[in-house]
């Protein structure tokens, strides 16, 4: 499991073009993927 700082997602979400759709467990799963995890803790990404 990985746990992502809020600074990550923060950085994620700003890489996104405006007016584009993405479902939060993408950016889990990108994040996992990056960590070498099987998944991203999702608490963080709520807050």
């Known amino acids: ?6 600074t990550d997602y923060d950085r994620a ?3 996104i073009p405006c007016g584009k ?6 950016i889990w799963e990108y994040f996992a993927r ?3 995890a099987d ?3 999702p608490i ?3 807050i």
């Open 39 to 41: 998944f991203t803790e």
């Open 1 to 6: 499991m990985y746990f992502a700082p809020l």
């Open 13 to 15: 979400m700003k890489q």
């Open 44 to 46: 963080t990404a709520g």
């Open 34 to 36: 990056l960590s070498g």
């Open 21 to 26: 759709v993405i479902i939060v467990w993408k």
